[in-house]
């Protein structure tokens, strides 16, 4: 896919990238249509959340200024993520983009993470209340961002960029923290480090399953579920996309193929930096969510500065999963070195850079499917 011709042109207008037609992209278009504690669940499902199983479930109570989060756990990962991590940053995605809609649209929200000790699928309730209203470039951005799984231009960013980035992250102790490995030693030191993560992802039988039961290969599958990994997210041209979408579905095998070839010569290869989202404790539920909450507001950041992310997890997906089955920890350990006096676990990690090609819309489930407190 390295190969393939790449469109300056579109880089330009990365930004205003529409989503594509089918029920499926609706949330994008009608994020802002619905008020108060709905309209908070509405911009919610359009985060971040890996592999785009939207792991969520919302309650509402417009007349008390209410809404509740909780995990859906039937839409788990399995062997891809055994501890819920992912599950749980991709929560606090969510959250970031319900309390910038709250602050942008006049309400003052008030966020309890796991309010209920007894019940731990109970993610967080947000009370809210008439307040100012505080517009953000990062609320504008949220029907507007997108992973990037294309190639991106070959040039560095300036060091004060990712500083900017970097403050994006609270100061106190205690608080998810930012990394940078934009020099070239580092840089090439994770980029290495992801593309053997991902050959032993790949070569994990349980774990290759686990990602390919979210593979939705075709327009009608797309249209069905709503969720998962879809060809034109792939980061392909358009003309790759739509020939890809008239080929029977691939194998797992050919699929693992791709990502592995994609991840060494256009994710790892044209990245401009990568960046880590680290905490205390990675088994903690509140900070995942914290961290996922940073995640976010850097993705929403990027985008409203033309920058493209695209999340790259295999290393902490492996690390995990050496833990799970009792493995070496040698992605555990390369983590742990790759984060050193700075302290802190990695919790996720990303690249950045300037797009050099549209990113595709991933679908989404509608708000009508999330409501309730159980999965139905
Ligand atoms: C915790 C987390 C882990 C993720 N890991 C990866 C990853 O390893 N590789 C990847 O291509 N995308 C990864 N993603 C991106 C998701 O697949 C993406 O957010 C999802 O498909 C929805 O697409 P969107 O971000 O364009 O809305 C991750 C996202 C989150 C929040």
Known sequence: MGTEPLDPAAAATAYAAPPPRGAAFDAWRDWENRDGAHGLVAAGILAANARNVQ??????????????????????????DPFDRELHVGLGCALENMVLAARARGL??????????????????LRLTPGERVPSELYDAIPHRRTNRGPFRREPLPRALLDEIGALAADDPGAPALLWFADEERRARVAHLLVEATEAVVADEGQSLAGHRWYRGTDGA????????TVDTQGMSRTMSSLGKRLPAPSRRTADRFWLRNTR???????????????????????RMRGGRL???????????GLAVGHLNMMTVRADRERELGLPPRFGKALDEL????????LVTFRIGRPARLAGTSPRRPVATVLGADAG
Not at 222 to 229: A, C, F, I, K, S
Not at 265 to 287: E, I, K, R, W
Not at 339 to 346: I, P, S, Y
Request: hydrophobic share 40%; aromatic share 6%.
């Open 55 to 80: 792991p969520w479930r919302f309650t509402v109570d417009d007349g008390a200024g209410r809404v509740d989060l909780y995990a859906d756990l039937t839409r788990r990962q399995g062997a891809l």
């Open 108 to 125: 003052a929200p008030e966020l309890t993470l796991l309010p209920d000790p007894g019940r731990p699928e109970h993610a967080a309730t």
């Open 222 to 229: 797309v249209e069905r579920h709503r969720d998962g990994m």
């Open 265 to 287: 010569s256009v994710h790892v290869a044209t990245a401009a930096a990568f960046g880590m989202v680290t905490v205390a404790d990675t088994d903690d539920p509140a900070l």
């Open 295 to 305: 995640l976010q507001r850097v993705h929403l950041f990027a985008t409203a500065r």
């Open 339 to 346: 984060v050193g006096d700075a302290g802190g676990r990695t």
